[in-house]
């Protein structure tokens, strides 16, 4: 039926709200797993990749290249698991990674940073001002992270389709109101709508498999058609189109496979 | 030493920014070559007058001339019926084969631009590959290196030497003649193909590409044409009930699949219909693809697949249009741009199909991507279509469309003013702009072409390079900053035997004409290597014709037309142009410097 990706700042009872909708739907919920997956998958140690998805970029990291590689893989892991519908993620971007799906239901929850920091302080045993200390230098840990690597603002409200303010809802409202909004008909998926997240799946895998040649390689997919944009000249151009030959062969999924040198057209990749 | 004046200074600068510019392209050669005709006046470095005089210059006369006069031998056909005795002569062997054609390509390019000579013997060398099943690889670069050698056998064989004699005017040196550096050329044509003939298995890539196996020759022989078939299927009564309307561009996009021609009832048949046709329900189409596309396609669509054409055979059995692959010409309009800029489509009614470069097919999105010469486009149309897209000489077509519009009824007339010119030259010793100009007004006169095809023939870019680059050459010469040049060489390398000093002057030349291009290279070393020569008591004429001929030494790179245009269908890379062109170049030098020796006793 549907997508829903849960985003919210630590302490604001997002897990709680996703567990919930996840339960009441009869959906699978996800978060860390996904993690677990990638770790799995592309033999990465799972810490490296909470780094990659929770810190914001040292200057140093910033020049290099390891987090968006990290963040390549984690997408395509996500991607591949959202692919059978009825999940809800309440992990961290996922509005970000799953963009271009219509029926993903992107939520944001927040909430009052007293609230939080009263959660955060009973449950760490810390000091109130001590807690909000925390909240804050995380919420702009988030905030630099989403920008660093997308350029958006994780508050920026255009990016979500429903933000609650879990102040004076409590979570039962938060659910009802999640739980309605997924069964509107706009969030149903159809065969269009799938059809595109099994091509954003298959991008981000055939990403995932290229990235030690051209880490900054675009790749359209539509109907398993693919397509990857190289800019890193002949050489790099000569070993993808190898790797692909190599990829036709072990994917089902994909009908073709062409390396292309040059840009991807605009809005166009993964 | 001559002090070096402010003037000097500037010219010195002025050649630095052409040759700058000549290696970024940040803008076109000829370009450059108008930057020069109008900053050397400005700078006081030539006369207004001087500043123009190339396009008036003998040798631009003669380039144009020869331009006419080569495409009134390819409106008559008289070159293609060169083609089939040849062939014949060829026999089955591919050492023949090369040989053969390489010697009949070095002759036409000896008096024809040496692309036009290239391009008229792409379609049969293509021929031939598939027919004696020989590797196109092995047999295009030994045939475009003849090319290319080719032009050094006559003065008109290629722009440098066209221009060698009128850079000799201001030294009072006495020119050239027409045939005077046909025994070099002829050496350097035998050489050539003997190398390829005898070491080919070494230097040329095995089964069309650096990498490839040779097993894959045979797709590689025709590999735009084998890149899919032609299937006819049929849609259901019920295809358009319950679903998105379907459309042509939809097939494209989700199966790779191209869309030929449809019908549309009651009875009529659109041949490459718009991307935005509607498939319906109870109609015929005929596709292309590659099997398993047009499978999926059927399946998923709920098509019937037909076992053989039927309702499209007419148009299969190419008697109103067909397939054809196209190679981007030259110098196209097509060059960086996409089909899709292009739109081939809206404008031609030509479907394109795939694209070939290098060694791969490309069938997605072959729209956005930016063609480059020598890339192969396999389009699809009506005849008539073709012919209309064939006449922008945007493409190069490797089988011929045209044969309404060619006139071999005027071969004699062709062939008559081709060697009425020649007679001019060598009998009568008249002065060769005003002989081969003679030539091109017959043809004219004779209708073999009309006087605006003339004029879409000629190639403007080169007559403006050509022509913008004389002032600059003037400049050096007067300023006398050739010789300031030609002199601090001279106390740099010391006093050398003159043949040490035309081999210097032939790599000088060689390594020149890589990087920009040979009539920049031409007009720049010669007054240079003049004075050079006038200096080390050597003879100047012999050094300006190392100069004329071993800026055609362009094998290295796939810089050279001939090259950039086989590169596509050869499916060479940049490496194997470098590995046997390296062989050819040094070859090249050794030869001209000894075949001068012998002639000249330089």
Redesign the interface.
């Known amino acids: 039926m549907a997508i829903i990706t849960i985003s919210r700042g630590s302490y604001s009872r997002g897990k709680e709200v996703a567990e919930a909708v996840a339960a009441r739907l009869g959906y699978e919920c996800i978060s860390r797993d996904v993690l677990l997956d990638a770790s799995k998958r592309f033999n990465i140690p799972e810490v490296k990749l909470i780094r990659a998805i929770h810190d914001a970029p040292t200057l140093l990291q910033r020049m290099g290249h390891d987090r968006s590689a990290y963040m390549a893989y984690i997408r395509s892991a996500l991607t591949w698991r959202v692919r059978e519908d009825n999940v809800v993620y309440h992990g961290l971007a996922g509005h970000i990674l799953l963009q271009g799906v219509s029926h993903v239901l992107k939520v944001r929850i927040i909430a009052d940073i007293e609230n939080r920091a009263a959660a955060e302080a009973a449950r760490e045993g810390i000091s109130l001002k001590k807690a909000r200390e925390l909240l804050v230098k995380d919420d702009e840990e988030r905030r630099r992270w989403s920008h660093s690597l997308y350029g958006k603002d994780p508050w920026d409200s255009h990016l979500y389709d429903l933000i609650l303010h879990v102040k004076k809802l409590r979570t039962e409202d938060a659910v009802e109101f999640i739980c309605q909004a997924a069964n509107l008909p706009q969030f149903h998926a159809t065969e269009a709508s799938r059809q595109k997240l099994e091509d954003l799946a298959l991008a981000c895998r055939i990403k995932a498999a290229i990235l030690d040649v051209d880490k900054d390689a675009d790749i ?1 997919c ?2 398993g ?3 990857v944009y190289s800019q890193a000249g ?1 050489r790099a151009v ?1 070993q993808l ?1 190898k790797r692909a030959a190599a990829l036709l062969g072990e994917i089902p999924a994909i ?2 496979l ?3 040198e ?1 840009k991807a ?1 605009a809005g166009a990749g993964a | 030493m001559q002090p070096l004046t402010t003037e000097m200074i500037l010219v010195i600068l002025m050649i630095g920014v052409a040759v700058f510019l000549f290696v970024v392209e940040w803008v076109r050669v000829d370009v450059v070559a108008i930057l020069m005709m109008v900053a050397l006046p400005l700078l006081h470095l030539v006369s207004p007058k001087e500043a123009f005089v190339g396009l008036s210059s003998n040798a631009v006369i003669s380039i144009i001339a020869v331009i006419i006069i080569g495409a009134g031998l390819d409106k008559t056909g008289v070159i293609n019926r060169m083609v089939a005795p040849i062939i014949r002569l060829a026999g089955n062997s591919s050492s023949r084969v090369i040989i053969f054609i390489s010697l009949a390509v070095a002759g036409i390019s000896s008096f024809m631009q040496n692309i036009g000579a290239a391009a008229l013997f792409l379609p049969a060398i293509q021929r031939i590959s598939k027919r004696l099943k020989i590797p196109l690889s092995q047999l295009l670069m030994p045939i475009g290196f003849s090319a290319i050698l080719g032009g050094t056998i006559t003065l008109v064989g290629c722009s440098p030497l066209i221009l060698l004699n009128d850079l000799l005017v201001p030294f009072n040196l006495e020119p050239f003649g027409l045939f005077d550096v046909t025994p070099i050329g002829l050496a350097l044509v035998a050489s050539g193909i003997a190398c390829f003939i005898l070491f080919g298995r070494f230097i040329l890539p095995r089964g069309g590409g650096a ?1 490839k196996d040779a097993d894959q020759s045979t797709e590689e022989v025709e590999p735009l044409l084998a890149s899919g078939k032609m299937v006819e299927l049929h849609t259901p009564a019920d295809f358009t009930h319950y679903r998105e309307p379907v459309l042509v561009e939809d097939l494209r ?4 699949i191209n869309t030929l021609s449809i019908t549309e009832p009651p009875d009529y048949k659109v041949i490459s219909p718009p991307l935005d046709t509607e498939i319906r329900s109870d109609i015929d189409l005929l596709v292309h693809g590659r099997l398993e ?1 047009v499978h ?1 396609m059927a399946e998923h669509e709920n098509m019937q697949i037909k076992e053989t054409l039927q309702v499209f055979q007419a148009e299969f059995n190419q008697e109103r249009g067909g397939m054809v692959e196209a190679v981007v010409a030259p110098r196209s309009a097509l060059e960086g741009k996409t089909l899709r800029a292009a739109n081939l489509q809206d404008r031609f009614r030509v479907t394109p199909l795939a694209v070939y470069r290098k060694g ?1 097919t ?4 072959i729209g ?3 063609l480059t010469v020598g890339d192969a486009v396999l389009l699809y149309g009506s005849w008539n279509r073709l012919s209309t897209l064939q006449a922008e000489k945007i493409f190069l077509f490797t089988t011929p469309v045209d044969t309404e519009q060619m006139r071999p009824e005027k071969a004699v007339f062709a062939g008559f003013w081709l060697v009425l010119a020649l007679t001019m030259v060598m009998g009568f010793k008249i002065q060769l702009s005003v002989s081969l100009m003679t030539g091109a007004l017959g043809m004219i006169i004779t209708r073999v072409l009309s006087i605006d095809e003339a004029y879409q023939s000629v190639d403007w870019r080169t007559i403006f390079l050509l022509a913008g680059l004389i002032p600059l050459g003037i400049a050096t010469e007067k300023t006398g900053t050739a010789a300031w040049i030609a002199n601090a060489v001279l106390q740099t390398i010391g006093t050398v035997q003159p043949i040490v000093l035309l081999t210097v002057i032939g790599i000088l030349s060689t390594v020149f004409t890589l990087v920009i291009s040979n009539v920049g290279a031409t007009v720049l070393l010669v007054p240079l290597v003049v004075n050079m020569a006038l200096a080390a008591h050597t003879d100047p004429r012999m050094a300006a014709l190392v100069v004329g001929l071993a800026t055609s030494n362009s094998f290295i790179l796939p810089t050279h037309q001939v090259n950039a245009l086989y590169m596509g269908p050869g499916g060479y ?2 490496i194997d142009f470098m590995k046997s062109g390296m062989v050819i170049s040094v070859l090249f030098i050794i030869v001209m410097i000894l075949m001068i020796q012998l002639i000249y006793g330089a």
């Open positions: 359209t539509e109907y058609n693919l397509i002949e000569r189109e009908n073709n062409e390396v292309h040059g057209p | 990498d996009r989700r199966y790779l596309d999926r791969q490309y069938r997605a999105d956005d991507i930016p890379r940049s």
